[in-house]
């Protein structure tokens, strides 16, 4: 059965980088789109962006743009998503969500979520 | 962006009842729209997909329909594990947008 894990949770300071990661297990890693989609507190979820997990092109939302950076380490089958620059707005749980297959867009398996609070 | 609004924004409903969550996109978006459950602490769980397609292990009192730019989510026989926030999702186009949420909380 599909498992996303992510690292533990993180305490930042305004300005810092935050890098969370990914392990993902049950399936073939390289032939899944992997998201990342957050959620600031009583918020509505926020889609990140993704990485093709099979030949690394990424696609970011725009707001984050220059921020956020997705990168996979394939043989570890391992996603990681850095967001730089912090804000107190930046905190949020961090998700990380494989999709159906095909870029489907929807998003069947999620990670447990990694609490990111960025304060002074 | 497509924005997506959902209403009500929170709902009181008795077990056995049936409700109805509706949610609009600001353009169509076919029929790419996405339901989720989310319980506090967790992470969202996917119902239904491209509208009207029930995922797999999800109970069949749960439907959705609509196309174009208006969806709606049913619960049929409200059971004591439905009471939950929902969020609807647009996956027609990047970046994908999620609704407000609707809180269902027993009456």
């Known amino acids: 059965q599909v498992h996303l894990v992510q690292s533990g949770a993180e305490v930042k300071k305004p300005g810092a980088s935050v890098k969370v990661s990914c392990k993902a297990s049950?399936?073939?890693?390289?032939?899944?789109?992997m998201h990342w989609v957050r959620q600031a507190p009583g918020q509505r979820l926020e889609w990140m962006g993704w990485?093709?997990?099979?030949?690394?092109?990424?696609e970011y939302s725009q707001k984050l743009q220059g921020r956020v950076i997705i990168t996979r380490d394939t043989s570890a089958s391992t996603a990681h998503m850095e967001l730089s620059s912090l804000r107190s707005e930046d905190t949020a749980v961090y998700y990380c969500?494989?999709?159906?297959?095909?870029?489907?867009?929807?998003?069947?398996?999620w990670g447990q979520g990694t609490l990111v609070t960025v304060s002074s | 962006d497509i924005q997506m609004t959902q209403s009500p924004s929170s709902l009181s409903a008795s077990v056995g009842d049936r409700v109805t969550i509706t949610c609009r996109a600001s353009q169509s978006v076919v029929s790419s729209v996405n339901w989720y459950q989310q319980k506090p602490g967790k992470a969202p769980n996917l119902l239904i997909y491209?509208?009207?397609s029930l995922q797999r292990g999800v109970p069949t009192r749960i439907s959705g329909s609509g196309s174009g730019t208006d969806f709606t989510l049913t619960i049929s026989g409200l059971q004591p594990e439905d009471f939950a926030t929902y969020y609807c999702?647009?996956?027609?186009?990047?970046?994908?947008?999620f609704g407000q949420g609707t809180k269902l909380e027993i009456k």
């Open positions: 049950g399936y073939t890693f390289t032939s899944y789109t």
């Open positions: 990485i093709n997990a099979g030949n690394g092109n990424t």
């Open positions: 491209v509208a009207s």
């Open positions: 999702q647009q996956s027609y186009s990047t970046p994908y947008t």
């Open positions: 969500v494989r999709d159906a297959g095909y870029s489907s867009g929807w998003f069947v398996f």
